[in-house]
């Protein structure tokens, strides 16, 4: 029975091994941890977390010169509001809503909820389109006079099963250097003013524990 036991017990920690072992290996190879201030542990069971580390990844293999964030925490009204992942490039600045869900996706540009979809249970959500324009009015009065992008990148494990926005505003990750490299060709920003949009923004990011816990009390109330 001990053996049983303890074969089981191997087994499952070389399924674990195989499964994380990449994702481990990306997240040391990578500025995600710096940027973000996340842990490994957070990182691979955090499911918001490890949607929005694998857009930074995705950000970081493109070749143009550019600076990725994630995690800044922006000041409003009454409080904060956060922004899952901030790309700066020659061709604009990307204000990236992550949404690491999984199932059927459905939506309207103009509803206030979405709705994913997963075995016969539905689990509604506030439009992400609405929810990244409050982050770039808000980053707005921070970069004054800067235009900023809207993106909407969801996870590769849903389907956006009939999702109608505007082309190119709401895709998946897989489709997420495509996009980029294809505005490359226009280049707005220099390296040195990509550098300055990066420091000024530096400040917001890497917050405490005890910030993150008040946005998030802010969020629900």
């Known amino acids: 029975m001990d053996d049983i ?31 973000s201030g996340v ?49 700066i490039a020659p061709s604009g600045i990307y204000v990236i809503e992550s949404k690491n869900y999984s199932g059927w996706i459905f939506g309207d540009e103009k509803a206030r909820n979405w709705t994913a979809v997963i075995y016969k249970t539905k689990n509604k959500f506030l439009n992400p389109i609405w929810q990244n324009k409050k982050h770039i009015k808000y980053l707005s009065k921070v970069l004054v006079d800067v235009q900023l992008r809207s993106l909407i990148v969801f996870s590769e494990r849903c389907e956006l099963k009939r999702v109608n926005v505007e082309e190119g505003l709401v895709i998946k990750r897989g489709k997420l250097k495509k996009l980029i490299l294809k505005e490359s060709e226009k280049v707005i920003f220099s390296d040195q003013e990509i550098d300055e949009f990066y420091n000024k923004l530096k400040g917001y990011s890497n917050k405490s524990e005890e910030e993150k816990k008040l946005h998030i009390e802010q969020v629900r109330k």
């Open 39 to 87: 842990g490994l542990f957070k990182y691979l069971f955090d499911t918001g977390s490890f949607g929005e580390a694998l857009i930074f990844f995705e950000l970081e293999k493109l070749p143009m010169y550019s600076k990725v964030m994630t995690n800044l925490y922006i000041p409003t009204e009454d409080g904060t509001t956060e922004i899952d992942v901030l790309y």
């Open 5 to 35: 036991y303890l074969f089981l017990i191997g087994m499952v920690v070389i399924t674990l091994t195989v499964r994380f072992v990449p994702y481990i290996l990306m997240y040391n190879k990578s500025n995600y941890k710096v940027e």
